[in-house]
């Protein structure tokens, strides 16, 4: 039996990259008899970045209701809050006084921020440990896979290069974990062709009510291709975003594109042919329409779950119990590894 973990960060409701690279893979993944799955809300990483408390509660709801209506059944998983589990941060200590500092220097999150002109003064230690803080999320259940976005696999190999160094002193106590990165979802696009981010303010939420969701989509900026005229599916972020969540939808919105029409089958010179036109306003509706249908049944179990906040805290609070039965076994044999404890 596998075991597989992976956790999201409380920094906003999902988007749909958080949605197609981490939470359906992972939900999947959970779903195989031959795999045991601990699924996590990271919300002590989102400490970071000082979240109003009002928000980081909000948002700590929204991951929950979003793994839930993603199809995460919490019988079947180990479903937790990252912060319920004080295993977690201890081994991060332990875990930090054998990582190298040059290690944590060549860390993206510290140095992107270092890149845009953060001091110093102005850089917490907490975004700097962050790669620590990880890796004891992931060594501290034994887990053999990480499923993750292309943007976490450093993450993910300063956790290998952990485990590695501290069992090079104290013994095999620590499991390698392996990183699952989908090869077809490596990286949602954001509304701008960027990487979909929160921090870019380029993305597309599956949950938000369908108005709010068409004005996002209908902000995607497009050339000025003429009414009619074959639309490029190059480098388009419609195109790949309806790809994305309907993969089946592939070939016909390709021929769509490349004739400029909706319906390419009907031909003939009738007057009203532009009724069948297919422009960027046209591409724009297929994506919102692949959004919906591939997610009516989620988006109403997000707002069942959204709307019953005790049910959705009685759900995090028995997965932290069974998180921290398997974390203290962890813990155990590492103290005692360490000379922490006697046994
Ligand atoms: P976070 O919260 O930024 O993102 C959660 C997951 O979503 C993936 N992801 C994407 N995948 C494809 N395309 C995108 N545009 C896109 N944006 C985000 C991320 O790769 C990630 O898998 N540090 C982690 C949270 C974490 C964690 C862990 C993950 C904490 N501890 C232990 C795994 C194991 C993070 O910030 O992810």
Not at 1 to 28: C, D, F, M, S
Not at 36 to 46: G, V
Not at 93 to 111: E, T
Not at 137 to 151: E, M, Q, Y
Request: charge should be negative.
């Amino acid at each position: 039996v596998k075991r597989v973990l992976t956790g999201i960060k409380p920094t906003g409701v999902p988007h749909l990259g958080n949605v197609l690279g981490a939470i359906l893979p992972a939900v999947e993944l959970a779903q195989r008899s031959d795999h045991e799955s601990f699924l996590f809300i990271a919300d002590l990483h989102s400490l970071t970045v000082r979240p109003d408390p009002e928000a980081l509660r909000a948002q700590t709801r929204a991951v929950a209701a979003s793994w839930l209506a993603c199809g995460l059944d919490p019988e079947r998983v180990v479903f937790y809050r990252q912060s319920d589990v004080p295993e977690i941060p201890k081994l991060s200590w332990i875990l930090s006084c054998s990582m190298p500092l040059g290690l944590l220097n060549r860390a993206h999150s510290f140095k992107d921020a270092l890149a845009k002109g953060a001091t110093a003064d102005e850089v917490n230690v907490g975004l700097y440990a962050y790669p620590v803080l990880m890796a004891a999320d992931i060594l501290a259940f034994d887990a053999d896979l990480v499923p993750v976005g292309k943007d976490q696999k450093q993450h993910l190999e300063i956790t290998q290069e952990a485990a590695r160094r501290f069992n090079l002193r104290y013994g095999e106590v620590f499991k390698v974990p392996d990183a699952v990165v989908d090869a077809d979802v490596m990286t949602i696009p954001g509304l701008d062709g960027r990487k979909m981010s929160k921090s870019y303010d380029n993305t597309l939420v599956v949950f938000d009510d369908e108005k709010t969701m068409w004005k996002r989509i209908k902000s995607v900026a497009t050339d000025s291709t003429p009414y009619g005229e074959p639309l490029s599916t190059e480098d388009d972020v419609l195109f790949q975003l309806t790809c994305a969540i309907q993969p089946d939808r592939r070939p016909s919105l390709a021929r769509q594109y490349t004739t400029g029409r909706k319906n390419p089958e009907l031909s003939g010179p009738e007057r009203d042919e532009s009724a069948n036109y297919f422009g960027w306003g046209d591409a724009k509706k297929a994506l919102l329409q692949a959004a919906v249908e591939r997610f009516a049944e989620a988006r109403e179990r997000y707002r069942h779950w959204t709307t019953h906040p005790d049910e959705l805290e009685d759900c995090l609070r028995h997965g932290a119990e069974k998180a921290r039965h398997f974390a203290r076994a962890v813990l155990d044999r590492v103290e005692a590894s360490l000379g922490l404890s006697w046994i």
